[in-house]
């Protein structure tokens, strides 16, 4: 029983379910598995996301809701500030195919709007190339 326990916590600890905090500044939660560069834009809405986005942008949000949905079908990447695996932004972000790195708290505070970014779901980290 001592052994199935200890499974079943390493197993919570590893989808990142244990309450334990694993990210800072801009790096999170990757999703994917190709880096993706574009222009970052920010949004704390679905309906400003849509206004600002343009087809394969990085959409950088706080979080996602199914309100983002179609949203997230025209960005090339997504970057949230909270999240983990199991968010909804990643899951939509597997579901649809484009990277993400969910999580990074200091997402909509370091990256400018208009900026050229990269996203790394391998390694987890967003990187900012070239401010507007």
């Known amino acids: 029983m001592a052994r199935i326990a200890r499974f079943v916590q390493q197993v919570i600890a590893e989808i990142g379910a244990d309450g334990e905090v694993r990210t800072t500044g801009l790096t999170g939660v990757g999703v994917g598995d190709t880096v993706y560069r574009g222009v970052a834009r920010l949004a704390h809405s679905p309906e ?37 695996a199991l968010s909804h932004a990643a899951v939509l972000a597997r579901e649809l195919g484009i990277p993400a790195v969910v999580g990074a708290p200091t997402a909509l505070s370091d990256i400018p709007d208009g900026a050229m970014v990269e996203v790394d779901p391998v390694a987890g980290v967003v990187r900012v190339v070239a401010r507007p």
């Not at 990085?58 to 025209?74: D, G």
């Open 48 to 84: 400003a996301a849509l206004q600002q986005l343009s087809p394969g942008d990085v959409l950088v949000v706080p979080c996602t809701t199914p309100a983002f949905n179609l949203v997230l079908s025209m960005a090339g990447a997504v970057v949230t500030s909270v999240g983990g």
